[in-house]
Every structure is written in structure tokens, then in C-alpha cells.
């Protein structure tokens, strides 16, 4: 399951968010003292990192996301500096380097605590991206309580029919079926279907594919007519071909995107 909309899809073309921020980030008006200079340019260092790291270009996108936090700590300004840190384990944990990624994700989670408390979405999210490092890192059993943790704030923050609470979810349901605990996952599997209808429509893919989750969990708990009725739904979304000609074959996992705070 995907991770929530990110800064490209909320602002437009990544190019043009770059130009504003840089425009905003050299006004002396918007930034005028030392402090808020640096503040100035650990956002635009951030955007641009994510800019290259869209552009497939690793290198110039670590490069920006180290100097985002080096002027986030510069700033003084904490939830900036959570917020450095979260891209800087998300460009690292995309690429495949959950190990790196790892310790920056458990001080954005250290950081954002600080600045807001322990229940803000911000939070969530850095405990969220710290749980599906430690589950890519191969502690599958250490990222439950993690995601536990995420799913408990988001659900005090959010109302139920929303992306995150849908993703929340997804991620726990993966995480218990790795662990063989399947009819905890099918719970969590359940929520997840449900919101995901609620908030994209019964038509959408991540709907079909929890479908799908259902039904492989429904078929390891031994009900097998009710995994072929989840089975058949999942097939009316795809438009694909009958029940008996398909094996129930997809197994969820953790978000390997990383959310961005």
C-alpha cells in the first residue's frame, strides 16, 4: 500500500515548488535575522533533495538532505529539524539502505517528540517510517510495536475514513501476517479494505489489493469460501478473469515508500 500524498502532489510540479521556496528563502523580508536564514535554507534544502531524489539522482539528493539538517540545526527550529531528518531516512530507506536509515529515523522521532508532543501527526509519521525500517531491516517482530504506536496517534487525531488511518492499518496487517499471525491481520486487513472504500471508492486498487491480503488471510485461518468471496471481489475491481482460474498468490508488506511529514 502506498504511502500517504506527498510535497509534489500537494504543490504542484516539483520544479515550481523549488523556484518558490528559493525565491522565499533569499527574502531578506520572509528571513531577515541569522536564524531565520538558516531556517530558509533547510527548507529549501529539503525541497530540493526531494527534487533529486525524484530525478533518480542519489548522490545530489543526500547531498541536500544532509544540508537541510546541518541548517535545521543551525535554525534552532525543532520541527524543521524532525521534519530534515524524515527525508533524509526516506531517500536512504527508497534506495535501500534501511541500516542508514534506521538511526536518522529514530532521531526524527526523538526530535518531532520534543517539539509537539507525543501525539501530532508529525510524530506519527517519523514512528511510522521507523517501524518499516526496522521490518526492512529484518526485525519484523521489533516494527509491530511501531506501527502500533502510529496507528494509536493517527486514530486520536484523525477521523476513521482517512488514507492514513487506511495505511496505518495496512501496515500492521502485513507486519502480524509475516509474523504468522493471521487472525490479527485479518483484522487489521479489514479496516484497511474499509477505508480504503470509504476514501477512494470500492473501485480502487489499494481496495482490490487489501481484498486480495483478505482473502490469503481468510485462507490460512481455513475459511475458504469466505477467502473466495473477498477473492471475487478483489476480481470485479481488476476486471480480471474468473475465481477458479486465479491462486491467491499476492502477500502484503510494509510500505516501502516512506511518508513524508
Same mark, same amino acid.
Given at each position: 500500500v502506498g504511502s500517504e500524498m506527498c510535497i509534489r502532489d500537494r504543490a504542484g510540479p516539483m520544479s515550481s515548488l523549488r523556484t518558490r521556496v528559493s525565491q522565499a528563502a533569499r527574502d531578506p523580508?520572509?528571513?531577515?535575522?541569522?536564524?531565520d536564514e538558516a531556517l530558509g !535554507? @533547510? $527548507?529549501?534544502?529539503?525541497?530540493?533533495? %526531494?527534487?533529486?531524489?525524484?530525478?533518480?539522482? #542519489?548522490? &545530489?539528493?543526500?547531498?541536500?538532505a544532509q544540508a537541510s539538517v546541518r541548517h535545521?540545526?543551525?535554525?534552532?527550529?525543532?520541527?524543521?529539524?524532525? !521534519? @530534515? $531528518?524524515?527525508?533524509?531516512?526516506?531517500? %536512504?530507506?527508497?534506495?535501500?539502505?534501511?541500516? #542508514?536509515? &534506521?538511526?536518522?529515523?529514530?532521531?526524527?522521532?526523538?526530535?518531532?517528540?520534543?517539539?509537539?508532543?507525543e501525539t501530532h501527526r508529525a510524530v506519527a509519521t517519523a514512528v511510522n517510517n521507523l517501524g518499516t525500517a526496522v521490518a526492512l531491516s529484518g526485525d519484523?517482530?521489533?516494527?509491530?510495536?511501531?506501527?502500533?504506536?502510529?496507528?494509536?496517534?493517527?486514530?486520536?487525531?484523525?477521523?476513521?475514513?482517512h488514507r492514513s488511518i487506511a495505511t496505518a492499518t495496512a501496515n500492521l496487517g502485513a507486519t502480524l501476517s509475516r509474523l504468522g499471525r493471521h487472525a490479527e491481520a485479518l483484522t487489521y486487513f479489514r479496516e484497511s479494505a474499509e477505508v480504503f472504500s470509504a476514501v477512494e471508492g470500492p473501485e480502487s486498487n489499494d481496495h482490490g489489493l487489501l481484498r486480495i491480503d483478505i482473502?490469503?488471510?481468510?485462507?490460512?485461518?481455513?475459511?475458504?469460501?469466505?477467502?473466495?468471496?473477498?477473492?471475487?471481489?478483489?476480481?470485479?475491481?481488476?476486471?480480471?478473469?474468473?475465481?477458479?482460474?486465479?491462486?491467491?498468490?499476492?502477500?502484503?508488506?510494509?510500505?516501502?515508500?516512506?511518508?513524508?511529514?
Open positions: 523580508e520572509r528571513f531577515p535575522t541569522e536564524s !535554507q @533547510a $527548507l529549501l534544502a529539503r525541497v530540493e533533495a %526531494l527534487v533529486f531524489h525524484y530525478d533518480g539522482d #542519489e548522490r &545530489r539528493a543526500l547531498e541536500r535545521a540545526e543551525e535554525s534552532g527550529v525543532r520541527g524543521v529539524l524532525g !521534519q @530534515a $531528518l524524515n527525508t533524509q531516512g526516506k531517500i %536512504l530507506n527508497d534506495r535501500g539502505r534501511t541500516e #542508514e536509515a &534506521r538511526p536518522i529515523y529514530e532521531r526524527a522521532v526523538a526530535v518531532q517528540t520534543e517539539a509537539w508532543g519484523v517482530e521489533g516494527s509491530v510495536a511501531h506501527f502500533h504506536r502510529a496507528l494509536t496517534i493517527r486514530r486520536a487525531l484523525l477521523p476513521h475514513a482473502a490469503n488471510e481468510l485462507r490460512e485461518v481455513g475459511q475458504f469460501q469466505d477467502a473466495r468471496a473477498s477473492l471475487a471481489i478483489a476480481l470485479k475491481v481488476f476486471g480480471a478473469q474468473p475465481v477458479e482460474h486465479l491462486s491467491l498468490i499476492h502477500i502484503s508488506e510494509p510500505t516501502r515508500q516512506a511518508e513524508i511529514s
